[in-house]
Structure formats: C-alpha cells, structure tokens
C-alpha cells in the first residue's frame, strides 16, 4: 500500500529537505574553498600547507563516516526528523566556533565535529521526500533536494570571493540555526510510523552485512558515488597545487570551485529530469558518469598543455551531476528499516572515501616516483573502474514502492 502523501515536489518535505541540503553543502565546502586563506593565516606554506589541509580534509571526513552510521541508526529507530534536527545544531554549532580558531589542532577537532553533523543531512532529506511522495513523482522531489545542495556548494565559492573565512563560517553557522526555526513544521512519515510497530532490525548498521546479497548491493552503491568525490576532493581541491606544476598562470580555485559545482547543480536537474521521462535511473547513471569520465581525460589534457581548465571543470561537473539519481537509487535499494542507514552511510562513506584516496594517491606517486598529476590519474582508473561495474550490477529501480521492509 502506498501511503505518501504529496504529488507534487513543491512540498513542506521537498523545502525541508533541500534548505538543509543547500547549507549542508554550503558548509562542506567551505572548507575547500578557504583550506588555503585558513592556513596561511596559521603559518602554513607549500608542501607544509597542501599536507596540513589534507590531514584536515580527512579529519572532517571521518568525522562524516562516523556521523554517516551514527545519524542513519537514529533515524530509521527514532525518526527521520529527529535526525535532521539534532544535525543541523551540530554543524551549527561547530561552525561558529571554527570561525574563533587560532591552531590546526583545534582546526582539526571542529572540522571533525561539524562533518559528524553534516552526515545526516543529506540521507535523511531524501528518505523524508522519497516516503512522503508518490512513486511517480518522488524522482522530482529529489531533483530540487540534489540541486538546491548543487546551489549551496555555488554560494561556498562565491562567499570565497567577498568573505573572509572566519566570517563565512560565522555565516554559516548561524544560517543552520535560521533552518531550525523553519524546519518546525516538518512531519515524519507515515512509510516510517507504519514500520516502527512491524519492521525488525530497524537501523541495525551490521545487518546490511547479513547477506551476501544485501553486502554487495551496499558496497556498489558507495562505489558508484566515490568519483564524484575524486573529482571534487582531490582534482578540484588540489587545483593549485596542478597548476603550479603544470605552470598554469592565473588560476583561482574559487573560479574553478565555482564552474564545477555550477555543472553538478545543472547535472543534478538534468540526469534527474532524464531519470523521470525515461523511467530509468541505471541508463543516466551509466550516461553521466560515462560523460564525467571524458570530461576529466580533456581536464588532464589541459594541464598537461598548460591550457585553462575552467570549461573543464565545468563539464566535468556536469558529469557528475549523477549525483542526484544517484542518492535516489540508492535509497530505493533497501527498505523502510533501513533506509537511511544505507542512504546517510553510503552519501559519507563516498564523500569520505577522500581519506582513502589521499594515502592512495601519495603512496602511487612515492612508490613509482611519480607526480602528483599521474598519481591521481592512476587514482582515478581505480575508482572510475569499480564504479562502473557497480552501477552495473544494481537493478534498476524506477517505480520501485518504498513501503516494505528488509
């Protein structure tokens, strides 16, 4: 039985959803966008400052693996509501205080604080639209939840251009309490109540690895999403570093920050419309990572020719614009019990999957006596690879009716 309740993605779950989405995004980057100001602030320069920011970006990151499991068990038990209020004062709250640090080590323990409020956000958003929506229309729901972050990661990089970095985070902080406020009106499902009286094993993390079946699809699902974060953690993020190798004079990370995630937030509501009127999501899957993977062979090209790689950055983006079908599949896989468990880990074990991607790029380069930009070419073989073949193996899942149970 289908009990959603909207038709129409212009909803107070939709709006919920995406304001969060858009901050939380928003927030994420900022660090990418201020890794460099931040530091040089704090004494920081070349080879020292590249390695302190990477340490910071695996710091925060584990922090959103940790928060991934934390938040995904509290909200298939307690609710998906809970979760997405209980995050967003986390975040909150570690933001304004990371505009007042003076160290990296305190640097360091804040960034891990707000990323283990940040990974609620997204994998609770989605199952609150994907349960209050019809099967029909919940593609759509999700498009604006997608796009709306896609915009939030945009305002990052243009706060980069008018903001100091201790006002940005000031901003942001008190941008998640402003959410708050407007996030009291938001309902749980009624997928959700129905469940927690019949459903078993309801957020249980190690249940997901009770079959060989549930196991694989789990682990597909990170593996399809890991490029996007190669592409934005490491290729985008160390955009200085590339250039100053390549002597690419001119270059402004904000410009390229912005040109991406202006791609991903189009990408978002275009594989998602795609999604809808085709009614499929496995064939845009393969479609837009098949896009990104050649927009980054062309990015590579640039930097080798010493050309701009702003147009680069932008399609690469576009590319992986799958983001938005992705969380949606991912969500469809698994039932009500567990829902946001697999949707909150699997967004922040991708986005975290840079703090195995920094180690694995760094030891290529030191092992082969290679440069940075070939060791993250072989990074990227690695993870392109394993991201097809899964996508490949997950059904597809268009249509699929979300009110059932593991």
């Known amino acids: 039985m289908n009990t959603a309740r909207y038709s129409s993605p212009f909803n107070i779950a939709v709006l919920a959803a995406g304001l969060g989405f858009f901050i939380d995004a928003f927030d994420l980057f900022l660090f990418n966008v201020y890794r460099v100001p931040s530091l040089k602030e704090m004494g920081f320069a070349g080879d020292a400052l590249t390695h302190a920011g990477e340490r910071l970006l695996s710091i925060q990151m584990l922090g959103m693996m940790i928060g991934g499991i934390i938040s995904g068990i509290i909200a298939d038990r307690k609710g998906r509501v809970t979760v997405m209020f209980g995050s967003i004062v986390l975040y909150s709250l570690a933001n304004i205080a990371n505009s007042f640090v003076h160290d990296v080590d305190t640097y360091a323990f804040i960034r891990f604080l707000a990323g283990i409020g940040l990974a609620g956000e997204l994998g609770a958003g989605i199952t609150l639209v994907g349960e209050s929506m019809s099967i029909e229309k919940r593609g759509y729901g999700t498009i604006l939840v997608a796009t709306l972050g896609g915009l939030g990661a945009v305002t990052a990089g243009l706060a980069g251009d008018f903001l100091p ?4 985070f000031l901003v942001a902080g008190v941008a998640g309490f402003f959410l708050l406020f407007m996030r009291v009106r938001s309902m749980e499902t009624q997928v959700f109540l129905q469940s927690k009286s019949t459903a078993t094993h309801r957020g249980s993390f190690f249940y997901l690895f009770s079959s060989y079946k549930r196991m694989g699809k789990y682990l597909a699902c990170i593996l399809m999403g890991v490029p996007i974060w190669y592409t934005v953690g490491l290729l985008i993020t160390l955009s200085p570093e590339l250039a100053k190798q390549h002597q690419l004079e001119g270059l402004k990370l904000s410009t390229v920050f912005i040109l991406f995630q202006v791609g991903i937030a189009s990408g978002d509501l275009l594989s998602g419309v795609l999604s809808q009127v085709l009614k499929t999501r496995k064939k845009v899957l393969v479609s837009f990572m098949s896009f990104a993977l050649i927009a980054t062979f062309f990015h590579f090209i640039h930097l080798f020719h010493g050309k701009n790689i702003a147009v680069t950055s932008l399609l690469m983006g576009l590319g992986c614009g799958y983001l938005s079908v992705f969380v949606t599949a991912t969500s469809e896989q698994f039932g009500t019990n567990l829902r946001v468990t697999v949707t909150a880990t699997v967004t922040n074990f991708m986005r975290g999957a840079v703090v195995l991607l920094i180690p694995l790029h760094q030891w290529i380069e030191s092992q082969f006596g290679l440069s940075l930009s070939f060791g993250l070419i072989i990074t ?18 268009y249509g699929k009716d979300l009110n059932y149970s593991e």
């Open 380 to 397: 990227g073989l690695i993870v392109w690879l394993l991201a097809f073949a899964a996508v490949l193996a997950l059904p597809d899942t």
């Open 165 to 168: 970095w201790r006002q940005a």
